[in-house]
């Protein structure tokens, strides 16, 4: 049987509807300067008005000016969707990662009373999202790491005022084989000991897809990725977290990176398009699968993206948007529009169109 539902919060409408969103950030830099929000972005390039979920990363030293303003756009409907991400892709520690967040966690749950604190004068409903891909070797299997979520939630529901309503979530990823894989259970059941001690403090559960044709410095046919499965896989993991922990589910990102390597010049943009159009084909499916929720990881590329070494997407990481930016390689400015919307970013707009 599922378990119970959560006692952090009451239930909210929120969670039982079904809306689209994209990421990563409220302001965006155009040129030198000058900043449009998403919901402007979204208005000037032609996005359905039920994109209403506004993603924004919170990586290590996030500010509370990154979402000023956003109070206006959340009285118009809107719903921010702030992912915590302050220990940042934790994969990077390897079997040291479990050691890396015992030795962060007091400065973790401090940050997510930081994060508690600036949310506090808004009005209306958010969601966060609690250190989204949790579910890496030495973590995976521990308990303790589901009672730190647990912490983190409690912080974030003490928060709450009678006009404030903050809906929390944890975020495993799609890890494992995608070659002709749909149902991957083996890996998907690996991260029960790390997530199950923080379900009673959760408001609902996140998970991801990410694809591309570059991945831990090797580059991927669109079959060692699994493209042509992303649909079915996307609807057959919502499933499969529904039946285990029966919460109410988001797609908190999804992409298809759109970089073509010079050696292997496939065509990424269009293989991204066909991925995420039949993802958003199966909306009413995965709707009555638990989702109330699908979000395109990034409204634009971001070219100024510094994987460093560490992003296991390499070079692709720069190319995870909807539409592609006139900005400087290495820079973060999109540079002046009209901008040119990629052939996944003619997707998204179709398929989220077609909700009704």
Request: hydrophobic share 45%; proline share 6%; net charge negative.
């Amino acid at each position: 049987m599922p378990p119970a539902a959560s006692t952090g919060t009451a239930t909210s409408p929120l969670l039982s509807g079904m809306r689209f969103g994209v990421g990563d950030r409220y302001w965006w830099e155009t040129t030198s300067g000058q900043y449009a929000t998403t919901p402007q972005l979204l208005a000037q390039n032609g996005f359905p008005a039920n994109n209403q979920l506004l993603g924004i990363w919170l990586p290590a030293g996030w500010q509370p000016s990154w979402f000023t303003g956003i109070q206006s756009d959340m009285d118009q409907g809107d719903v921010p969707v702030f992912i915590h991400y302050t220990l940042g892709d934790l994969a990077q520690y390897g079997n040291s990662a479990w050691s890396y967040v015992q030795s962060q966690q007091q400065a973790w749950l401090a940050d997510v009373s930081r994060l508690a604190q600036a949310l506090a004068p808004l009005k209306g409903t958010v969601l966060v999202v609690l250190q989204p891909e949790f579910n890496v070797p030495s973590i995976e299997d521990q308990p303790g790491f589901g009672a730190l979520l647990a912490q983190g939630a409690q912080i974030l529901h003490a928060a709450q005022t009678p006009q404030l309503r903050i809906l929390v979530g944890a975020c495993p990823g799609d890890f494992g084989v995608y070659a002709g894989t749909t149902v991957d259970t083996v890996n998907w059941d690996a991260f029960k000991p790390a997530l199950t001690p923080a379900l009673g403090s959760l408001d609902f559960l996140a998970f991801q897809e990410m694809r591309g044709q570059i991945f831990d410095g090797a580059q991927q046919t669109p079959d060692q990725q699994g493209l042509s499965l992303l649909p079915a896989r996307t609807l057959a993991f919502a499933q499969y977290l529904q039946a285990t922990y029966g919460k109410p589910l988001l797609l908190a990102y999804m992409t298809v990176a759109t970089f073509n390597s010079p050696s292997d010049p496939l065509g990424w943009d269009a293989l991204a398009a066909q991925a995420t159009a039949g993802v958003l084909a199966e909306a009413r499916q995965l709707h009555a699968a638990g989702l109330f929720g699908i979000m395109a990881m990034s409204l634009f590329d971001d070219l100024s993206h510094n994987n460093d070494g560490k992003d296991a997407w390499g070079e692709a990481s720069r190319y995870f948007g909807l539409i592609a930016s006139n900005g400087t390689m290495g820079q973060a400015a999109l540079g002046a529009p009209p901008y040119t919307i990629k052939q996944v970013g003619k997707a998204w707009i179709q398929g989220t169109a077609a909700w009704k």
